[in-house]
């Protein structure tokens, strides 16, 4: 049995190494298309922080340990794929016939329609390439402009503040990491982040960016009519599943490349895992992509079992997201933006940065966002995973967003 695997992140690392356990004699190739070893994207804030060096961003630090697990690694970029002729060819000619097929080929940035948006100083952070090139022009008091406040962006945000340089963020929407945080607790982290000394500026759009009339580094004008001057320019505007290799093949593509839940495409040899797989989500039965390494890698393994013949079945893509921005951790779970005819509850502390926002179906806790809340953050997880009904806890947590292990204790021992 011959196995591709393409993409080498935490996906492809994971599923070559699941194979290996259960294909003991198979072929397994891993094909990447950057220089160097294997590597983490989510380590490289880390490494622009200065808390590790680039080895240390490397997915697995042993020397020779794909050799010893006879995992052939391939460096070069996957042009096509012929699924009549079961191959995959590279750009530079070469056919790699396959048995079984994982595609783990990740996300790709999104470059904003931005004139200037190439010139040199512009830079997004999302490859090792990338962040040396960052980590060039972030010395102490530079002028950094960063375009994007989502999750990526404020893990960004973080790295470039620990640098020392003078940072101010531009996003387009109304509030910090939109796509994970409530209104108000999106406020608050801007806030949290200003209080710390960098400029937040939301409902902002960068409309172009110009060599600066002086000479002096890059002018990037504003949509409310303010041009900063900025050394370096991050873009931080998010990412898109890299979905075109499959859709070339004629792979089922919508999002990302459409799984099921045993991570197989339209086509039973070929498997898809990571950030550009499509899964059905827990309880709600849409699917989505869900583009974090935990689910990367339960995806991963469960796409390398049943490619040597398993019947491995995937418990469903759950949301979730933790981050911690300049020490103020927030979460994210489940249906956090609320669902249709469902209602919510928020408890807010201006003062102390926290913030606990439910959300219900029914009396059913489906979604949660979380501030500067660390306690039992696994417990609101879990009464939102087990999908119990909470009777007349539901009315407890509306008046007590915080009696989440009550709640839950009370719940589990309902269910027994």
């Known amino acids: 049995m011959e196995h591709v695997i393409v993409g080498n992140g935490p996906a492809g690392v994971v599923a070559a190494e699941t194979l290996r356990k259960n294909d003991p004699w198979g072929g397994i190739t ?17 490494m622009l922080a200065g808390a590790i060096a680039e080895p240390g961003t490397y997915l697995r630090k042993t020397p020779g340990h794909f050799e010893r697990l006879r995992i052939e690694q391939r460096e070069g970029r996957v042009a096509a794929i012929d699924l009549g002729a079961s191959s995959v060819k590279l750009a530079d000619g070469n056919l790699l016939p396959f048995d079984r097929l994982l595609l783990a080929t990740g996300s790709r940035p999104i470059e904003p329609p931005i004139p200037g948006i190439g010139l040199p100083g512009v830079h997004p952070c999302w490859t090792l390439e990338d962040a040396r090139a960052v980590m060039a022009k972030a010395k102490p008091g530079a002028r950094v402009v960063q375009m994007g ?63 600066s009339g002086n000479g002096d580094g890059l002018a990037v004008k504003l949509s409310t009519g303010e041009t900063l001057t900025a050394d370096l320019v991050i873009s931080a505007t998010g990412v898109r599943p890299s979905t075109e290799l499959a859709k070339a093949a004629g792979l ?161 021992q309902a269910a027994a």
């Not at 939109?178 to 960068?206: D, N």
């Open 149 to 211: 406040a989502g999750f990526i962006g404020c893990i960004i945000l973080e790295a470039l503040a620990e640098r020392g340089v003078q940072l101010t963020v531009v996003e387009m929407g109304n509030r910090m990491v939109p796509r994970m945080m409530t209104e108000k607790a999106g406020g608050l982290i801007k806030q949290w982040c200003e209080s710390k000394g960098v400029r937040v500026l939301t409902s902002t759009k960068v409309e172009s960016i110009a060599p």
């Open 252 to 412: 089922a593509v919508d999002v990302g490349i459409r799984v099921d839940s045993g991570m197989r495409t339209s086509d039973p040899r070929v498997f898809a895992a990571g950030d550009v797989a499509q899964a059905e989500e827990t309880y709600t039965r849409s699917f989505i992509v869900n583009a974090v390494q935990p689910n990367a890698a339960d995806q991963a393994r469960v796409a390398a079992i049943n490619m040597a013949g398993g019947r491995a079945v995937s418990n469903g893509s759950f949301r979730m997201n933790v981050l911690d921005t300049l020490g103020l951790i927030a979460s994210s779970f489940g249906q956090w933006q609320g669902v249709p005819g469902g209602d919510h509850v928020e408890h807010v502390d201006e003062t102390g940065y926290g913030y606990v926002g439910l959300q219900f179906e029914g009396d059913r806790l489906v979604g949660a966002t979380t501030l500067g809340v660390t306690n039992h953050v696994g417990v609101l997880r879990g009464l939102i995973q087990s999908n119990r009904p909470l009777g007349r806890w539901k009315e407890v947590l509306r008046r007590d967003p915080l009696a989440l292990m009550e709640t839950y204790l009370a719940t589990v």
């Open 30 to 46: 891993l094909i990447g298309d950057e220089p160097g070893p294997a590597y983490s994207r989510m380590a490289i804030p880390y």
